[in-house]
Structure formats: structure tokens, C-alpha cells
């Protein structure tokens, strides 16, 4: 199996492992790892599966007696023949791609989480299969319980690759001295046991567009309104995706954007209505969409 993924993806990969390993038991599994995942690729190691550094890979014989299981057909510049693709990046530019189209031609099986990505793949021709991140068991925070709100020291959070866009909405935040706390982890460099450690002391997380027309990114959302953090969101291009996380997450809408004082009142109200009640109602309608099981998947209409 394969795994080499940006650090904000490593804490939850885990929970993908599992519901794949079920369908693919018959095979061998040999997995690889970089700096940030080798916590990742131990945890998930079973009897008989194989650990290689990544940087280690192109030492190594593909064997066809082995299958491979990646996330990231954008950023790799090789594939192998068994090989299937669970497509997990918001990031709208990708479909434009050659490599990553190529990448999917050539994969035994692709799921994606979204039904706007699954129609965009297959006027690309691409026989892509819709697998929406759901809840699971294994989002759960086993060694860090959430902790009382009171007793949180982040009032809010942001993870992820600070970009131009993201750089000014977090600034025009902290230029303004909110009255609370928030926490800026830049570039993913947060996973694992570090990223555990962060939601069971935070409130609230802040979920950001990368770009204007950004998708939805339900990894980062469903683990943490697994473990008892609000999630505050803007609206993604996917308005399916939207639809469904209505009873989840709080909206920040455009014309609260534009505003440092609106946006600044905006997450200071959510964080100062944030009950226990309100984190399980939340996790609740979660759950509420089901839950994740090995590799089926879900129709879309095209």
C-alpha cells in the first residue's frame, strides 16, 4: 500500500486504510512513508505488510503480487499496476492536469468524495466511483478525550497550506486583536498524535478556502466534528457537498468576509454559544449520514 500524502491528510488516513483493507485482504501490501507519515504507516503496518521510505521507492521492484493504494495522482510521477486511487484534494486545478489524468486512466479503481469532482472526472472519461468520507469509528480522538469548553485553550483553530488568500483572511483576524484566542498551524504541519493533542484543546476550527471556487473539504471537517470541535466554513463550489453539511457546520458567508469587525463579532459569538449540547447535536446529524465501510460506493446522477 501507498501512502505519501501532505501532512494535514496523515491523522485520518488511517480510518481510509481500514475500510480498504477488508476488500483487499487476499493481497500483499507494501507501504510507503515520508517524514510525516511514518507514525501513519506504523500504525496501520500488519502482519506481513512492508515499510520503505519513500525516497527509497524507485529501489524497489514492483511486484504484481502486491497491490498499492495512494491519495495523490496530481503529485506522482509513477504508478503501479495494481493500483487503486482514493481521491481526497479540494483542489480544483488538478482536473486540468495530464499527469493526474493519466494517473486515473491507469488505476484499477478511483473513488472520489464528491459528486460535482465524480461529473467533472467523467466528462474526462474517467469511470470514477463516488465514496463520500463519512463518519467512522476510527476519527475518534482514543488517547486524547475531548476536554470540558471551559478548560480549551484555543477559542479557534486553522490547519492547513497558507496560501495568498488564506494569508489575508487569517491576517485581517489577528490585525484587528480579537478577543480570543486563535491558533495558526501553517502548511499541515500538524498530524497524528500533535493534530489529537490540538482539537482536544480547541473550540472551534476555521475551514478556508484555498481558492474562490474551492471544494469542500469534508477530511478535515469530519474529524473534527467527531471529536467535539465547531467547525466554522465558508461555502465551497460544491453545493451538493454544502447541502448535506448544513446541519454540521456554521456558514460564513461572503459579506461577513469582507468585514474585519463582521467576521472578528461572527467567531466570537459562535465561540461564546458553544455548548456540549450543541458539539454532540453536531456530531449527531453526522452520524446521521452514516458511516464508512470498505470500498462500496454511491450512485450519482450525471
Known amino acids: 500500500m501507498f501512502i505519501g500524502v501532505k501532512d494535514e491528510y ?23 512513508y515520508n517524514n ?21 521507492y524507485y529501489d524497489i521492484q514492483l511486484d504484481e503480487s502486491y497491490i498499492y493504494i495512494h491519495f495523490m495522482p496530481n503529485i506522482m510521477h509513477w504508478q503501479p499496476k495494481k493500483c487503486i486511487i482514493y481521491l481526497v484534494d479540494t483542489e480544483e486545478e488538478r482536473h486540468k492536469c495530464l499527469l493526474f489524468q493519466c494517473n486515473l486512466r491507469s488505476a484499477h479503481i478511483v473513488y472520489d468524495f464528491s459528486p460535482m469532482n465524480i461529473r467533472k472526472l467523467r466528462k474526462l472519461e474517467i469511470n ?7 463518519y467512522h469509528p476510527s476519527f475518534h480522538n482514543l488517547n486524547h478525550p475531548p476536554k470540558l469548553i471551559s478548560q480549551r485553550t484555543n477559542a ?22 480579537p478577543p480570543f484566542r486563535i491558533l495558526i498551524i501553517q502548511n499541515g504541519h500538524c ?52 447541502d448535506t453539511y448544513n446541519n454540521i457546520v ?16 461572527f467567531i466570537y459569538n459562535c465561540f461564546q454559544t458553544t455548548t456540549k449540547e450543541l458539539l454532540d447535536k453536531r456530531f449527531d446529524s453526522l452520524k446521521e449520514l452514516g458511516e464508512m465501510s470498505s470500498l462500496s460506493y454511491e450512485p450519482v446522477d450525471d
Open 128 to 134: 470514477a466511483h463516488y465514496k463520500p468520507i463519512k
Open 36 to 56: 510525516s507519515c511514518f507514525q501513519l504507516a506504523k500504525a496501520i503496518k500488519a502482519d506481513g505488510d512492508e515499510l520503505y521510505n519513500v525516497l527509497d
Open 156 to 177: 479557534v483553530v486553522f490547519i492547513g497550506l497558507v496560501n495568498t488568500r488564506r494569508l489575508n483572511i487569517l491576517n485581517m483576524i489577528t490585525a484587528n486583536k
Open 191 to 242: 498530524f497524528d498524535e500533535e493534530l489529537e493533542k490540538v482539537m482536544v484543546d480547541t473550540v472551534m476550527c476555521l475551514n478556508i478556502n484555498q481558492y474562490d471556487n474551492g471544494g469542500f473539504a469534508a477530511l478535515r471537517v469530519v474529524p473534527m466534528v467527531t471529536n467535539r470541535v465547531r467547525v466554522l466554513s465558508e461555502h465551497s463550489s460544491d453545493q451538493e457537498m454544502d
Open 250 to 265: 456554521d456558514w460564513i458567508y461572503p459579506h461577513i468576509l469582507e468585514t474585519p469587525k463582521i467576521l472578528i463579532q
Open 10 to 32: 496523515s491523522p485520518v488516513l488511517v480510518s481510509v486504510y481500514n475500510f480498504f483493507k477488508e476488500e483487499i485482504s487476499l493481497f500483499s501490501m507494501k507501504i510507503l
